[in-house]
């Protein structure tokens, strides 16, 4: 049997060996640069691509037959060449010369549209037809990405040095994935191989490699091809050139308004085809540079598809300077084409080809011939029939659908064997061979590389080193995570704490148990296994000036698309149950500035919090609270510089519709239902999750809330209504509108104490932690506070290019301009309103805003305020 086995493997191996044994190989030159590294080689017969190395040289290997091979780089002209493979190698070895651009007859004149227009319009109407042409295609994407560190802060050094990450260390990333597109939105990638020293997905290209340019936008980035594309960009054409039978028009892409998220460069586009022939762009994101560069070859003589590309990025981020580089080449393409939209045509720009346009308008409605028809024999079509065409096309589909709302759907996944795969198969895979640097960079051990592929696999590895030392007893003090068992974990929090007027310095200790469930036999509405989380937390908080522990238990458990959260205890609580105040923002102006705005009382209380998610697009919540309430008063003066001394007002918000806020104990009961509503919402699918789509729908809420007297000893007794609005918009090219609303109003108003009044975000301190959109500025905490009706508006607009960001200097480092309104009218408001203009993304993180307060048209106060980048989302009550 052994004897058997040894026989069939050999056997095995040689037909291997055999199938493979030959192929193509060689150097390719420029006529006037010398060797072209990542050169394209693309096989017309297997649909393989592969590339050359630095030193321009490739190999291929092919199993023995006849096959056109095409050699392409960016600049130059293709070269095609027939070659009969047999059992051995076939050198060649070329020289590709300088692509020749020729003008055409069309000549620019002064005050006429540059025909690159007319080209790019003509390619933008034909846009839409190339993402619907496929219907599905598959093919093996090998992608290699190298990066370094080349500077970082000297005091992140010692740090960087200890994990061996030096400023020579290269991290080198190889991939294999199996790609499948099916139309209309649903891409899959599987990785099959892999092999890395290391972690380099913070400045991944992927979504660069697996978008596409016909697409508006790819990776938010403006596409030339984008319906809009020429409220972003300016058009040039440079010539033209032939390119084995095709003809290529080269056009120049240049942003009306540099910075973030437009492309610069060059484009190449395939006349009559109006398809990608190449490109060579570039772009910015948060700092960081893309450079990106695509060929494109017809597949199967079908469709115009990427077979390689090649991407730069580089950027420095709080002192850490990077760059890297990665090569991803396509092979072994599979397409499908849509039975429906096999076509040919014609494409008329009515804005140019006037007389032509006019012409089929008149044939054709004489006729009577629709638009089909026309296409089917191959006839003119103009620009606006063409979108008129695949616009009704797609909204055919789109009701057909079984999730219409769904605007994309996308899978990856790890094979199990992707780490293990040997040396004679990255042989096989690799374009071009590993260059001395990139197999130095291999050489080095890397830690992080197997805890990133044990993360990957779906190990629950643990990535605490204390973890799997178990308890420290620095951890009372540092807080730390422990593993009990593979579904249960066991955390410490970091202490913290505060400082008010009521409290002095107080102390909040927090330990929690969290326990996970999957059952994979049951799935839920995304198909993925049903999982449930239990968390129990006892959270203790001690005031030192009251010399009193006082504390809460939280049991917060998620199943389904449900939450029931439950808690009770002694503790203390804003008069504003949002928080307006940060609790170390109120340390900072009270110890430093003299200023306690953190208005607070205590209550003894349970309360219970449901939330359902209906469906995707609606969620039920419900809130019920008993409470015995009682009135705090300041016992410390606290402060850090004398002039401050007994500056602390009393803790007792000020309001104009009641002439006092302090109160007696009281009990009482409460309860309220609520129901978000986001009707037209989109979503985006990733490993069978359900992501929403930013702005694809506004938020609508509807709130009922009743103090219930009589239940339970309680003394409260009112009702509220309210209604709620919350949106974003794309104003073209220049910006983004928020808009939020609410408007309520109290009624059968019995009883209700200060606590019971509807609040707003208001803020008296410099800095902004709360919703840019939905929060004042300057306006007092409590007020303007009401238990009547009431109604507040926000709107807040982002600007792309308005006073500073007119240069493109300042553009580039990311900063953006805001101005925003904001209003409030109750019965003592007098039309209070806000108006205010920001800075935002000042070293990319920080925003400045000045504001100015008005009440009935007259002039109030003013007071500038500093705050968390608009772009960034940080939870501060977390």
């Not at 006092?660 to 979503?683: C, E, H, M």
């Not at 992501?691 to 339970?712: C, E, H, Q, W």
């Not at 003592?828 to 009440?855: C, H, M, P, W």
């Amino acid at each position: 049997m052994k004897l058997m086995k040894i026989v069939f493997t050999v056997l095995l191996l040689y037909t291997l060996i055999s199938s493979y044994a030959g192929g193509i190989r060689g150097v390719i030159k420029g006529e006037d640069t010398g060797a072209l590294a990542y050169a394209t080689i693309f096989v017309k017969q297997t649909g393989t691509g592969s590339a050359t190395d630095l030193d321009g040289r490739y190999e291929v290997l092919l199993a023995p037959g006849r096959y056109d091979v095409l050699f392409q780089y960016l600049g130059y002209a293709a070269v095609t060449r027939v070659v009969d493979v047999g059992s051995d190698f076939i050198e060649i070895n070329l020289t590709l010369k300088q692509q020749v651009v020729v003008l055409r007859d069309v000549i620019v004149r002064a005050g006429k549209e540059d025909p690159a227009y007319t080209i790019m319009r003509k390619a933008i109407a034909k846009a839409k037809y190339h993402t619907q042409q496929i219907d599905a295609y598959s093919a093996k994407v090998y992608i290699k990405g190298k990066g370094q560190l080349t500077d970082y802060p000297w005091l992140a050094k010692k740090a960087l040095e200890k994990e061996g990450i030096t400023k020579d260390r290269v991290f080198i990333s190889e991939s294999v994935s199996e790609i499948k597109y099916t139309r209309p939105n649903k891409f899959e990638e599987k990785v099959i191989a892999v092999y890395t020293n290391g972690d380099n997905k913070g400045s991944s290209p992927n979504s660069f490699i697996f978008g596409s340019f016909y697409q508006p936008e790819i990776a938010e980035v403006v596409s030339p091809l984008s319906p809009k594309s020429f409220s972003y960009y300016r058009f040039e054409y440079l010539g033209s050139f032939r390119d084995r039978d095709y003809e290529i028009s080269k056009i120049r892409v240049t942003p009306r308004s540099q910075g973030d998220n437009v492309f610069e460069g060059l484009i190449y586009i395939v006349e009559d085809w109006w398809s990608i022939h190449s490109l060579d762009m570039k772009t910015t994101k948060m700092g960081i540079n893309f450079k990106i560069n695509q060929l494109y070859t017809p597949i199967e003589d079908k469709a115009w598809l990427p077979v390689s590309q090649q991407f730069k990025v580089d950027g420095k981020v709080f002192g850490f300077e990077f760059e890297g580089q990665y090569l991803a080449t396509m092979k072994d393409y599979s397409i499908t084409l849509n039975p429906d939209l096999q076509l040919e045509m014609t494409v008329i720009d009515e804005k140019i080809e006037k007389e032509e346009a006019k012409k089929i308008e008149q044939t054709f409605s004489k006729k009577g011939q629709d638009l089909q028809e026309r296409l089917k024999e191959g006839k003119e079509v103009t620009r606006k029939e063409l979108k008129q065409l695949i616009k009704e096309y797609e909204k055919q589909e789109t009701s057909e659908q079984e999730q219409p709302e769904v605007i994309s759907e996308s899978k990856y996944s790890i094979d199990s064997l992707a780490y293990k795969k040997d040396s004679t198969y990255w042989v096989e895979m690799r374009p071009t061979p590993l260059t001395t640097e990139e197999q130095r960079g291999y050489n080095i051990d890397d830690s992080l590389t197997q805890v990133q592929r044990k993360k990957d696999e779906g190990d629950t590895l643990r990535n605490s080193s204390k973890s799997k030392k178990g308890f420290q007893p620095w951890d009372v003090l540092t807080g730390d995570t422990y593993g009990i068992g593979k579904t249960a974990d066991f955390r410490i929090h970091t202490p913290y704490g505060g400082f008010n007027s009521v409290e002095g310095f107080n102390l909040i200790y927090r330990v929690s148990f969290y326990k996970r469930w999957v059952k994979r036999d049951s799935l839920n509405k995304d198909k993925r296994p049903q999982t449930s989380r239990l968390e129990i937390s006892p959270i203790a908080r001690y005031a030192f000036s009251r010399s009193k522990f006082t504390g809460k238990l939280r049991v917060d458990y998620r199943f389904k698309n449900k939450r029931l959260t439950v808690e009770g205890g002694q503790y203390v609580e804003q008069f504003n149950s949002a928080g307006p105040i940060h609790p170390l923002v109120n340390t900072f102006t009270s110890l430093f500035l003299g200023d306690s705005y953190m208005k607070i009382y205590e209550r003894n209380f349970v309360d219970l919090n449901y939330t359902q998610r209906i469906d995707d697009k609606y969620t039920f919540r419900t809130n019920w609270t008993w409470a015995r309430r009682s009135e705090l008063f300041n016992n410390s003066s606290f402060t850090l510089f004398k002039s401050n001394k007994d500056q602390y007002t009393l803790n007792e918000p000020i309001n104009l519709e009641v002439p006092n806020t302090n109160f007696n104990p009281n009990r009482a009961f409460l309860g309220s239902v609520s129901l978000d509503a986001r009707p037209w919402q989109k979503y985006r699918i990733r490993n069978g999750r359900k992501m929403r789509v930013d702005g694809s729908s506004p938020l609508l809420t509807f709130n009922y809330r009743k103090g219930i007297k009589g239940v339970a000893e309680s003394e409260v007794g009112f009702d509220q209504i309210e209604i709620g609005f919350k949106d974003s918009y794309k104003i073209g090219i220049r910006g983004k509108l928020d808009l939020a609303w609410q408007a309520g109003k109290f009624f059968n108003t019995e009883n209700l104490y200060f606590m019971d009044y509807k609040h707003f975000l208001g803020n008296l301190t410099p800095f902004i932690t709360t919703d840019p959109v939905g929060s004042y500025r300057l306006l007092d905490y409590y007020k303007h506070s009401t238990a009547n009706e009431y109604f507040s508006a926000n709107a807040h607009y982002h600007f792309r290019k308005f006073l500073v960001t007119r240069f493109p200097l300042v553009r580039v480092t990311g900063i953006t301009e805001n101005i925003f309104v904001n209003y409030l009218a109750t019965s003592t408001s007098k039309n209070y309103t806000e108006v205010g203009y920001g800075i935002d993304g000042i070293l990319r993180i920080f925003r400045l805003e000045a504001a100015a307060a008005f009440q009935n048209g007259q002039y109030l106060n003013y007071g500038f305020r500093v705050g968390i980048a608009t772009s960034i989302t940080v939870n501060f009550n977390d």
